[in-house]
Structures are given as structure tokens and as C-alpha cells.
């Protein structure tokens, strides 16, 4: 297991954590790479489309919701004469109410997020940029906003993947020296919502205080933890050589010795990071590499609709 450091016990390969790596060329391969992973996220999200999100009550909206009774002094337009004409009493059509989301997304970009294992179907950080995009697709799809958390205004545009993708290359090549492992973003405004994803290797304390600021006016949200299967299962044995963030190194003669402390203490850190996300009403879920991007996507959508519905 890495030595303990900013983001705790994040281990990676040696490509991608070595303190003479050149960040700035990580920068610019990620600028080469998101053309194709937003195409991918366009396929994502094209499995996982869902329309606009009814809240299951009468409201303003195109939906029909139900019929009730006509209230004494209510306008008589309101009268849907049709329905009141096969009883003896008059009734009023309720449309369902659909509250037009708005939503910001959030990938982490920081160096843990390059991991990939043999067991992983991609590397943490483009499944992340995968899934944030996709999600922005589908909620504009939707009739919704959706905007880069700290990067972008929202927008309703259709070509939201494309817009975002440019705002990403630019940032990264901005800030290719250093990525922060959380958003940095002001709380957000009440109602809105924020799908941050990432591997969340930080203390518990950052994170519970990151969810804080952001929901500090009312606004409800989700985190969902990437991970590598290598991450959870930890293979590893004999002699192996283990980096950190900050490219510090760990040789282990007989790595196996570390495995049922480390899957100990990844269960402790899962669960701080839960209940932080429990104490300001948002969710948490995780995520492997190995597992479909389209069904992340899907969960995601749907945690969203179930948030909407309180």
C-alpha cells in the first residue's frame, strides 16, 4: 500500500505518477484524447435518453396528471367539460409538474484518476470525462441545463458535449501543472443540482467539507466513486513497486501483506465518504471500470428523477 499521503492511499503506475512526468504533456494527451471520448459519451448517453422529469404531482407541465373534482370560485375555464359531461359533477385536468433541472458536472483530472489496471476496462479518468459528459448530453436532451462545475456557464445548447470538451482542453492546458482533487467551486443556488465523479481519494474530512460548501443554500446532489478493480481486489504480490499522487514510492518485498489492511481501510474510507454525502442529503454510489459506462450513466439518471421527486 502507498505510503499515506494528500490523497491517502492512492497507488498508480509508474507512467503516470513519477515526480519528473511531465504534467504538462499529460495536459495535452488529455486534449487529444477527449474528441473520442466525447463520442463515446454521446453513445453513452444515447442508450440511457430520458425525457423530461415529471414530479408525480399536479403542477405546470404538458403531461396529463389526473382529474379532480371542480372547487367552488375556481376560474371556469378551468372546467374540462369533456370528462364533466359523462357525470354529474364538474372536473378540473391537472397537468403533471415537470421542474426543468439544472445541473452541473464534475470529473476529478487529478493524477490518481490516470490508473488503469489490466482488470480495468479504462483508465479512472476517461471513464470519469465519459460519464460527465454523458450526463450533461442526456440532461440537455432532456429540455434541461447543464454546465462544467468551475469551468462553464450552463447552457440548453445541443452541441453541449462539444462546447464542453473545448472548455476542458483549455482548462488543462491552463492548469496543466496542477489539478485539485475536489471542485473548487461556490455553493451552489437552491434547487440546483451537481453529479460529481470521481475517485475521491482525499480525507474524508476535505470531501465532507467540499459537499458542505457546495449544498451550504439547499442544493442537492450526487458522488459517484470511480474505481479500478485492482483498486478493491488488490492483486498485487512479491515484489512490487507502489506511487503515490505526488510520485512517492513504496517498494514492498511481499506486497500481499498489504492487502487485507488495505481493503480495510478502503471500507472505512467508502463509508466516511457516505455519510458525509447522507449529511447534506446527497447520494453516493460507486462505480467499477470494468462495469458498462451506460450503466453508471443510467443510475446516475435515475438517482437524479428520485431526487426530483421529494
Request: hydrophobic content about 45%.
Amino acid at each position: 500500500m502507498a505510503q499515506p499521503a494528500r490523497n491517502g492511499f492512492a497507488f498508480l503506475p509508474p507512467e503516470a505518477a513519477r515526480p519528473d512526468q511531465d504534467k504538462r504533456v499529460q495536459a495535452l494527451d488529455l486534449a487529444r484524447r477527449l474528441p473520442a471520448l466525447a463520442l463515446s459519451a454521446r453513445q453513452a448517453a444515447a442508450s440511457a435518453q430520458a425525457g423530461p422529469h415529471g414530479r408525480r404531482r399536479a403542477g405546470v407541465g404538458e403531461n396529463f396528471w389526473q382529474f379532480r373534482p371542480f372547487i367552488p370560485g375556481e376560474a371556469a375555464q378551468n372546467v374540462d367539460w369533456r370528462r364533466s359531461a359523462r357525470d354529474d359533477r364538474l372536473y378540473v385536468r391537472e397537468r403533471e409538474w415537470e421542474a426543468a433541472q439544472v445541473l452541473w458536472v464534475w470529473a476529478d483530472l487529478s493524477g490518481s484518476m490516470n490508473y488503469r489496471s489490466p482488470l480495468g476496462g479504462q483508465s479512472k479518468l476517461d471513464r470519469a470525462l465519459v460519464l460527465a459528459l454523458a450526463l450533461a448530453d442526456s440532461t440537455v436532451r432532456a429540455g434541461e441545463r447543464a454546465g462544467w462545475l468551475g469551468v462553464t456557464r450552463l447552457s440548453a445548447a445541443r452541441d453541449i458535449v462539444d462546447s464542453l470538451a473545448v472548455a476542458l482542453i483549455a482548462e488543462s492546458r491552463a492548469n496543466g501543472e496542477s489539478f485539485p482533487d475536489l471542485p473548487e467551486a461556490a455553493p451552489l443556488r437552491p434547487r440546483e443540482k451537481a453529479a460529481l465523479i470521481g475517485d475521491f481519494l482525499v480525507a474524508p474530512e476535505d470531501f465532507a467539507a467540499c459537499l458542505q460548501r457546495l449544498a451550504a443554500q439547499g442544493a442537492r446532489g450526487h458522488a459517484l466513486m470511480i474505481y479500478d478493480p485492482a483498486e478493491e481486489a488488490f492483486p498485487f504480490a512479491g515484489q512490487t513497486e507502489f506511487y503515490d499522487e505526488a510520485g512517492d514510492l513504496l517498494r514492498a518485498g511481499r506486497a500481499e501483506d498489504y492487502a487485507a489492511a488495505f481493503r480495510t481501510r478502503l471500507a472505512a474510507h467508502r463509508d466516511a465518504l457516505a455519510e458525509a454525502a447522507r449529511a447534506q442529503g446527497w447520494t453516493f454510489a460507486l462505480h467499477s471500470t470494468a462495469r458498462p459506462a451506460s450503466e453508471a450513466l443510467l443510475n446516475l439518471r435515475l438517482a437524479l428523477t428520485a431526487d426530483s421527486a421529494r
